[in-house]
Every structure is written in structure tokens, then in C-alpha cells.
């Protein structure tokens, strides 16, 4: 089975072309990092008229790269949301016109569960799990007794992860975007400034991180009123642990809680090596943990084609050419 999928959430165009939910014959992706690397951030206008432009060219080069013809595909499965509105928009009509054209159904698939099932192209999903998602926009705890069920036990109550990272980033003068600037200087420096560790010992399973990033602002700011100097590297360094202490924690509590051997960790800050690093040095307990490959981590169609896949297998309900894109959009 030939799904063909299709990601525009925010500021990657792409398309990919995916056998079986599992061979990746394609996965054509044009960033716009360049761009609004200037701004400090995603501006939504210039992110939604750069797909314009680049969706016919990403369509062609998946197909070129995948070698197959249009009329080979048997799925469509584009991502319907959430995301930035006007980027989602050219996504889903430019899935519903290939769809047309070629007389080929159409899936409508959420942003979030392509992450999650960006593990099944390397990995065997095994179930129950827990699934940790972990991007600029979400930091959720979902339970899933099994495909496409997704049961959401803790979030974050303030800014994501992914959020805190680009705050600090840009607080200590690193460039946009920030997480994978902090990750390396944190590998250069120590844990040395007693950053607090929010929500740690509490009874739920939600998430805080405004409270660090106010901490390392304030601490930032107070350095600089003195006169003192930061050590960046060791700020970094501090920042990092304190989020990851908290993620890792919860995510082993929770799986306990459960009776949970199964972690699947989702998203673009799966990407993170002290994310990583973190989880491998606190499972003491033989937990089976699966992080996608750093290309499948962050925003890719492969992932919106294997999600789109498993869920025409599991819930085999195609939508027609009335999809819609949807700025926000319940997982569960």
C-alpha cells in the first residue's frame, strides 16, 4: 500500500511517499529555518506564501525521488491540524486537488499523532505504551492501550518545552531556533545554577515551565544589573537538566503507575541528546524506549503518511473533498 503524504503545519513543506507504513521511498522537505531565522520566529503570513510557493516542486521531487507515478498512489494523508492556519491550508488543498485529479481517497490526520507514529518507521509499536510528546508547541503524557487510541494523562500547564528552549535560546543571544543551540552548549558546560525543577514531586502528571524560564530571565537580568558575567555554557547546562529531570521522572512515574514497559518519546524535542542521554541513564527499571531517528523527529511528511496508514487500518473512515484544516485540534 502507497500512502502519499502531506505536512504543512508550520514552516516545513513536505511530501512523502511511504510503502506499508514502514519504507520510506520518499520524504522531500523544504525548510524555512533561513527565513524567519531573521524574525526570531515563525511569522505565520511569510510561512503560509513560502508553501505556496514550494508545494508544487516538493510534490514533483517526491515523486521523482520515490520513482513511482501519481497514479500508483493509494492513499492520500495529509495533516488537517493543528498548526498555523494559513500554512495548513495549502497543505490540505493541495492533498485534496492530488486527490481529485486522481481519483484517490483522502485521510485527514492529526499533527500530533504523526509524531508519535514517526516510531513506527524504525521501531515495532509495542502496546500499552506511554508516549511522551515533546515539541515547541505540546508536552503531553498520552496512553495508549493500542493504535489510534490515545488517552492524554498530563500536559503542560503553561509554555511547551519546545516554547521554554526558544525563550532561553534567545535570552543568552542564541539564534533561532534555540533548542538545538541549547543542547550543545549544555554538553559544554555543568549544572551549576540550582535551576528549580517545577512540578517534580507533585501527585499529577501535568507540567510547568514558565517558571524556569522566568528563573534563568531573572537570573540573566540580576547578572547583568551587577555586572557580572553568565557562563553560558553552565546556564545551558542547568536549564537542560532541570527540564529533563522533570520529563524523564514523570514519564517513569507514570509508566509505573500503569504497569507500562512501553515509552514511545515524540516530537521535536525527541530530537534533544540530554533528552536522550537523561532517559538512558535513569531506566533502571528495563523500560523498552523508542526515539525516532533526529529526521523523523522534527515536522516531515513520512510521519503523516505512516500515521495516515495505521490509522485507514484501524479506523478505516476516509474523509472526502469537504476536509478542512483546523488551527486547533483535540488528539484524543
Known amino acids: ?5 502531506v505536512e504543512s503545519s508550520c514552516d516545513e513543506t513536505s511530501v512523502a511517499i511511504v510503502k506499508d507504513g514502514k519504507v520510506v521511498l520518499s520524504n522531500v522537505i523544504n525548510s524555512q529555518i533561513k527565513i524567519h ?4 520566529g515563525v511569522v505565520p503570513e511569510v510561512a503560509s506564501r513560502n508553501h505556496v510557493y514550494q508545494v508544487s516542486l516538493v510534490f514533483e521531487k517526491a515523486f521523482t525521488d520515490a520513482n513511482v507515478k501519481p497514479e500508483d498512489i493509494d492513499l492520500v494523508a495529509v495533516t488537517m491540524g493543528p498548526g498555523l492556519i494559513g500554512s495548513l ?22 499533527h500530533l499523532a504523526g509524531h508519535i507514529y514517526a516510531n513506527a518507521i524504525e521501531h515495532d509499536m509495542k502496546f500499552p505504551c506511554v508516549a511522551l510528546l515533546v515539541s515547541g508547541g505540546n508536552t503531553e503524557l498520552i496512553y495508549m492501550k493500542d493504535h ?3 488517552e492524554i494523562l498530563g500536559e503542560t500547564l503553561d509554555d511547551a ?16 531556533p534555540g533548542g538545538p543551540h541549547v543542547d550543545k552548549l549544555a554538553h559544554l558546560g555543568k549544572d551549576t545554577y540550582n535551576l528549580p525543577r517545577v512540578y517534580l514531586d507533585d501527585n499529577s502528571f501535568n507540567f510547568s515551565f514558565s517558571g524556569i524560564k522566568s528563573a534563568v530571565i531573572n537570573l540573566h537580568h540580576n547578572a547583568e544589573q551587577r555586572g557580572e558575567e553568565i557562563d553560558v555554557n553552565n546556564l545551558c547546562a542547568s536549564f537542560q537538566a532541570a527540564v529533563t529531570e522533570v520529563l524523564v ?10 504497569d507500562v514497559k512501553n515509552i514511545i518519546v515524540a516530537g521535536g524535542v525527541s530530537a534533544n ?21 533526529i529526521k523523523y523527529c522534527t515536522d516531515n511528511a513520512a510521519m503523516i503518511a505512516v500515521a495516515g496508514y495505521y490509522q485507514y487500518k484501524n479506523r478505516p473512515k476516509l474523509d472526502d473533498l ?3 484544516a483546523y488551527a486547533s485540534l483535540e488528539l484524543e
Open 89 to 110: 491550508l495549502v497543505g490540505v488543498n493541495a492533498a485534496k486537488t492530488f486527490a481529485m485529479m486522481y481519483n484517490k481517497p483522502i485521510i485527514g490526520v492529526h
Open 161 to 176: 518545552v519546545g516554547e521554554a528552549y526558544d525563550k532561553v535560546a534567545r535570552v543568552v543571544g542564541l539564534p533561532y
Open 37 to 40: 531565522e531573521k524574525f526570531g
Open 249 to 258: 521522572r514523570k514519564t517513569f512515574k507514570l509508566c509505573k503507575k500503569l
Open 273 to 293: 541528546q540530554g533528552l536522550k542521554e537523561r532517559f538512558n541513564e535513569e531506566n533502571k527499571d528495563g523500560f523498552n524506549i523508542c526515539i525516532p531517528s
Open 148 to 150: 489510534f487510541q490515545f
Open 1 to 5: 500500500m502507497l500512502v502519499l503524504g
Open 322 to 324: 469537504t476536509l478542512n
